[in-house]
């Protein structure tokens, strides 16, 4: 987040993002645009069904269905490639997990991931070139994330929520439960609906109500120009 000092205007989801921006010398006006990834999904829904219905292996119906979407190398460091592997060995047979690496992660490890997709052929699945999250959700069960955004998107869904780090301090954190790989099993097995009755609220500060966009797009003409 420290490069966005340097903005001189900024688009924010909601105000939980306000307060997490670090200290800037000049002023720079922000703008709340909501969810605009979820309502875009929605207006849209029938094209991405046929997509993912496309792009989805065929799952076991008794089989509990994880999503791993972590987040890319970073200054953040949030992800970590040896995690990951550690993850895939250790992942319980008697569970299907589906990995949706981020774009910049495929650029950079190609090659890396599609050894993997060979080693696990079967067992793991992996998704690419779908850069939309939200068609997903329905089809899975439970999430593991980071420091991944997804993880606030996650929350609109109700279900289960794991973290491989809890270290930083971020409110997300008390969402879920941490994820343990030596006790993989056990640790997904956890309710992950930790401070459940506090989710609504803080979804709602997370992702204001959608804008109009020609207002907001006049908005920020007008400001582009001053």
């Given amino acids: 987040l420290s490069a966005l000092k340097k903005e001189n205007h900024l688009m924010l989801y909601g105000?939980?993002?306000?307060?997490?921006?670090?200290?800037?010398?000049?002023?720079?006006?922000?703008?709340?645009v909501g969810?605009?990834?979820?309502q875009y999904f929605e207006k849209h829904k029938e094209f991405y069904k046929k997509l993912i219905e496309d792009a989805l292996p065929i799952f076991k119906k008794e089989k509990k269905t994880?999503?791993?979407?972590?987040?890319?190398?970073?200054?953040?460091?949030?992800?970590?490639?040896?995690?990951?592997?550690?993850l895939f060995k250790a992942f319980p047979k008697e569970l299907q997990l589906v990995v949706k690496f981020h774009p910049n992660t495929w650029e950079k490890r190609e090659l890396l991931i599609l050894s993997w997709k060979c080693t696990y052929e079967g067992s793991i699945f992996f998704l690419e070139n779908l850069p939309d999250i939200f068609p997903f959700?329905?089809?899975?069960?439970?999430?593991?994330?980071?420091?991944?955004?997804?993880?606030?998107?996650?929350?609109?869904?109700?279900?289960?929520?794991y973290f491989f780090t809890q270290k930083r301090n971020r409110q997300i954190f008390d969402y879920g439960e941490k994820l343990s790989i030596k006790n993989?099993?056990?640790?997904?097995?956890?309710s992950a609906y930790k401070n459940n009755e506090k989710r609504r609220?803080?979804?709602?500060?997370?992702?204001?109500?959608?804008?109009?966009?020609k207002s907001l797009k006049a908005s920020?003409?007008?400001?582009?120009?001053?």
């Fill in 15 to 32: 105000t939980l993002f306000k307060s997490r921006l670090p200290p800037s010398p000049k002023k720079q006006p922000y703008f709340l």
């Fill in 35 to 38: 969810n605009y990834r979820k």
């Fill in 66 to 86: 994880v999503f791993y979407a972590p987040t890319w190398e970073d200054r953040e460091k949030g992800f970590c490639l040896k995690r990951a592997e550690r």
């Fill in 137 to 161: 959700f329905s089809y899975f069960d439970a999430y593991i994330g980071d420091t991944s955004s997804i993880a606030y998107d996650w929350l609109l869904t109700e279900k289960p929520l």
């Fill in 184 to 190: 993989l099993q056990s640790s997904l097995c956890k």
């Fill in 201 to 213: 609220s803080f979804v709602e500060k997370a992702f204001a109500k959608n804008p109009c966009w």
């Fill in 220 to 226: 920020l003409t007008a400001v582009s120009h001053s």
